[in-house]
């Protein structure tokens, strides 16, 4: 596995260590891990104390960022830093790899299809055309800031680079936030289904941007830009599909759910959402959009035809797991902002920042939502609440952290070093100040629903030992949800949809699979045949 | 966290990178995951039909270990040959912090206490003795072969090195073969306590040579290793006793069993073994003694405090984590032996290695079981089939090779290479040989039960279902132990054995930790100061 290392560091990363005994660094970074697990132990602990009090305004998000912050601080002072800093060394390629696909994958598989599907037209509204507009508008701010001189001055295409990773709303932060509360269906699926899909905008933007910046050629222009988002997402889409649909086939004729091979069946079961992302991923898409459809299209279909007992376990499986990844993602970023010696002359950066982001948001939101509201009946309308719900619900979270972390590896003259400080510093009042005061402004704005029932999660877990209805385990986001939902069972209205509406998208999806197949095929020997020229170049491009 | 690059490779570690586009590195990394995956994939499907055909020629574990051998020669022959070699870096790093311990825990978690622990005098002298007398003849006979020009010559202290490296009976694999069949309950304890606390001894005995070497100071005599061994045994265990305790403390009190927190609980319930092992890395003791301690303590005090779904799960969730990491083992050293430019003129330093290890283990085996009949009553003597079942089963595995890649940087002048090819020869040899027909000597030596009741494994699976008597799932190997199992609950003598033995122990272990912990702040605040004073000194020693 390639572990980048992070370079441009102010504080410096700690040099290689001399040719120690192993055991010496082995049992370094046995320190540094048992500091982790003592922190996530803490956490977790800290998270259930403040759950059973209800304190709405110290989420466990929150909590475990606060916990990464004070124990960062706390190595800080003391002078034992380096060496703790090389412990906690947070790689890009460890968040993307590991931390990132349980937490996506976790999120399809719970995700509800039908408050999903019937926002589909405006949650990609709000992810590719807004996630764009947020981007130019932030891009833009910032470029003319730096030339009015309010803030430190930056390169266009740098500006846009900040603005394509500041526009990640993050689905970690968003999501274990809301299902703490319980809000309205179609605002949830909103601001879910737009976060998760805006990542991979953004990272689609960053990339482009950044390729732009480092190819110097501006012949890039804005219709490449949406060409290439558009083959990532629909790429990426399909892939994931035809894997869950793989797995479905897999599962439903190798007989697998008999007694006895429950183990097989699970460690078959876990593999393939994996399989699903580095697929993606090695085809240069986006692994975590095509995790995500795994996720939906594996627990409709793949689901159903494992052993109850497989069913069970795999369910709690990956809610363990996606916990156990956030939760680490929190502390993670709290430690390091704690850590890190900041150089605190950009304080003007970060102020205009936060004000540009805000801005660029409301542009996004607002302008997407005109557009939809144009299209939708009138009984379908996003309601203006909704849509300030939407515009507070941004927050910043780990997917802007790491790629800021990857634009000190892209930047590396110091504007890089900029960007990440604001990033982290936007990030930590994001979420502790947002995430703190989330449940007021939902019940201010009246879209949560009674709020008292319980989290989310203790409602899926109830459900988990109900098989029979087991494909609504995702949608109970309250007790207003779950209501709707009997009355929907009731009337199967979700059977009629799933002929009508998911089985043909299905066999659509079937057939665009196979086209993507060819087209992939060609896309890996493509890449093959660059990556051999480019060696045999050895050019410095 | 840390990763050390493998140095001294004679095919040469791929250069390091040019700074190229991080999402090229990652998408590198990418295919390198997914390779592994399918490879996973395709030993579990291979496994579960060989398995079904009762194909007892070709263990599961030998069928990885063929899988990645025919995917790293298919690899060696291609010409991308560095670039995947860059993807399937394997580093003891990685084996000894994330594929170990859950496999070593599992072992713990799921041991049968009875056979274990009144065969413990028997396995401890296996294990100390037995190991010590192994390695020392190893290393003798090595370093005479070199004098008398059959074999390459070493110095004695690598001999010696090579010798304890190569005396560690591997617990993975002689688990997954002996669970395959159903062997009696007190071989299956020999075999499995030898192998798993060997382990221990073994890198015991190899950190102190390597040191012995490193600081050239003959100072170190026998007693020192003795005394050594001793310290880091019972401290890990002491450690690994106090940590499952406090689990079964905090779970027992903190009122976590009931409903609706099942993932907290499960959460909670993961994260201590590891914290286990890396609090016994971190205080340089040895991990896995410590989690194969905690496995054993938490499945008899803290699993019973667990609400019933958790129980269910973690007992899955545990089996699953370590069928993975098997695989991926033994997936991982057939791919990298395949991969490997072997330099074949070590072929007689490989031929004579394995008849002197032969002959060691011999020592071993028949020297311990003569001095434990000494002690034992007449009834309970270790019968003659026994002792040469033990000696057949001396398979070398992920132990023998993780501590070889370590030797290639503890002795960067090329023998470090050469015990590394040997080794590596070693372990396939045995796994394929040994592995392929330990069923037909077990049958010859009439020591198996029937053999046809399906694997441990599976029984595993049912036993599960049914909590009630939950704390024999690990007892069941084979038919005949099952009905001796049965007879043993009736009659309650497993009660009395708790009341009377287990139970003392663990008011003796209450203390011994209490004491322990003092010693172990101690240590740690030693160790603290040592890393200051060496780094005040910047000295090269």
Redesign the interface.
Known sequence: ????SRTGQPVGAPPPP??A???K??????????LQ??M??LA??L??VLRRHKISYLPEASASLLIGLIVGGLANISN?ET?IR??F?FH???F??FLLPPIIFRSGFSLAPKPFFSNFGAIVTFAILGTFVASIVTGVLVYLGGLTYLMYRLPLVECLMFGALISATDPVTVLSIFQELGTDENLYALVFGESVLNDAMAIALY?TM??VK?NDSSGQNLFFVVLNFLETFFGSMSSGVGVGLLSALLFKYAG?NV??????E???F??FP??S??????L?LS?IVSILFTGIVMKRYTFSNLSE?SQ??SA??F??LS??AETFVFIYMGFDIGMEQHSWSHVGFIFFSILCIGVARAANVFSCAYLVNLVRPANRQIPLQHQKALWYSGLRGAMAFALAL?SV??LPDGHGQTIFTATTAIVVLTVLLIGGSTSTMLRALKVVGDGHN?PL??SF??KN?NIGSSYDEGTSSGGKLKMKLKEFHSNASFTTLDRHYLTPFLHLMTMVMMMTTTMMMERILM?QLK?REERALQG?N
Chains 1, 2 share one sequence.
């Open positions: 596995m390639l572990e980048l001399p040719p005994p192993p055991e660094e082995e049992q370094a970074a046995g320190v540094g891990i048992l697990i003592s996530l132990v977790f602990v998270g259930h034992t060496n090389g412990w060394n890009e390629e460890f993307f790899l990339r950044s390729s480092s697998l007694e006895n091979l429950h183990n097989l699970s460690c078959l876990v593999l994996y399989f992302y580095m697929l993606a991923e090695g240069g692994g007992n069970h376990f709690a499986f809610h363990l916990s156990l990857q590896h892209d319980g999660e203790e877990e109830g030992c890449t990556i410095p």
